[in-house]
């Protein structure tokens, strides 16, 4: 069965710090492109970060800089190191894993706030 869970969301303060990581079990993830989804209640998801099977990243305009995606194939893991937080960032953040077939996970809270 696969399963793709997200973790490391939380509370925040504004110029603070988090790191997510996504983690798979039940496929190879070295063979999946993997991206962050961010969304807010009466919002489409948008897409924060994405990384490549081969490392290959990009990030949208709203967290260049900010945010860096990465990930750890041994351990079938990707994460989203988070900094200089702002209050526009809180979102339900969503990994998506895809590779002929596309995963999503729960989600993971994330709250920036004073």
């Known amino acids: 069965q696969v399963q793709v869970v997200e973790s490391g969301g939380g509370l925040a303060q504004p110029g603070g710090s988090l790191r997510l990581s996504c983690s798979a079990s039940?496929?190879?993830?070295?063979?999946?492109?993997v991206g962050w989804y961010r969304q807010t209640p009466g919002k489409q998801r948008e897409l924060v970060a994405a990384?490549?099977?081969?490392?290959?990243?990009n990030y949208a305009d709203f967290v260049k800089g900010r945010f860096t995606i990465s990930r750890e194939n041994a351990k079938n893991t990707v994460y989203l190191q988070m900094n200089s937080l702002k209050p526009e960032d809180t979102a339900v953040y969503f990994c998506?894993?895809?590779?002929?077939?596309?995963?999503w996970g729960q989600g993971t809270q994330v709250t920036v706030s004073s």
């Open positions: 990384i490549s099977r081969s490392g290959t990243t």
């Open positions: 998506k894993a895809d590779f002929r077939i596309v995963y």
């Open positions: 039940g496929i190879s993830f070295s063979l999946y492109n």
